[in-house]
């Protein structure tokens, strides 16, 4: 079945940390994203990936790194969580092959609570 | 990428149609209508997109106006399942940066 997965489902932490959120993909997708999803502020993209050594920056990329070694892992890492980092957050992959039909897959989310 | 207007809810009874509407008035000629939706805090689930065609797959139809400035999801037979936020998204089809922007949403609810 083709599916994003990510673990752990459910977390929680107390500041200073360093957890890491693993995402995987088994669509052969080249790209990848990272988003956060907050009350009233709606789904918050972190980071995205192109293709495997290539990551960039999204719109509220401060306090998260990010790596793509393999094509299917895009592992979201927090080197010192805070409390501002309290989010469900959801992984995303898609097929950036043909034009206009790049739709997303996202993955179950991840609730981290940050103490 | 174009903004979006939707409505903040709506009602629909079990087994009638759904008709969510969308407002796009600044879109672009390069620029696609997407829809997702979100059941309680399950990941965004891709249900159609659309160019200037009317589209229909095997969950949704898409009805574009001519002038591409508005568009409506239509639910043919609506369940309790399909009780979710429905986001509707429009931007280029393959951006620089892949960024899907999530408004508000419309609430659907399905009533029996």
């Known amino acids: 079945e083709a599916q994003v997965t990510q673990n752990p489902r459910y977390l929680i932490t107390v500041t200073g940390k360093k957890l890491t959120v693993t995402c995987s993909q088994n669509?052969?997708?080249?790209?990848m994203s990272w988003y956060r999803q907050d009350p009233g502020l709606g789904l918050r993209q972190i980071y995205y990936?192109?293709?495997?050594?290539?990551?960039d920056k999204g719109d509220v990329p401060e306090g998260y790194k990010v790596s793509r070694k393999e094509k299917r892992n895009f592992p979201l890492i927090l080197e010192s969580p805070s409390p501002n980092q309290t989010s469900l957050y959801f992984c995303a992959s898609s097929s950036r092959g043909a034009f206009g039909t790049d739709t997303q897959y996202f993955g179950p989310g991840t609730r981290l609570t940050v103490l | 990428d174009a903004k979006t207007t939707q409505p903040p809810s709506m009602d629909c009874a079990e087994g009638r149609a759904a008709n969510l509407p969308c407002n796009h008035s600044?879109?672009?000629?390069?620029?696609?209508v997407y829809w997702y939706r979100q059941i309680h805090s399950q990941g965004p689930q891709y249900i159609i997109h659309g160019l200037k065609n009317n589209e229909t797959n095997e969950m949704a139809s898409l009805i574009i106006t001519e002038d591409r400035k508005s568009s409506t999801l239509i639910l043919p037979h609506a369940t309790l399942r399909d009780t979710a936020v429905y986001y509707c998204?429009?931007?280029?089809?393959?951006?620089?940066?892949?960024?899907?922007?999530f408004g508000q949403g419309t609430t659907l609810q399905v009533k029996p």
């Open positions: 669509m052969n997708h080249e790209y």
């Open positions: 990936s192109m293709n495997v050594e290539v990551t």
């Open positions: 600044t879109i672009s000629g390069n620029e696609y």
């Open positions: 998204i429009v931007r280029v089809a393959s951006s620089n940066t892949g960024k899907l922007i």
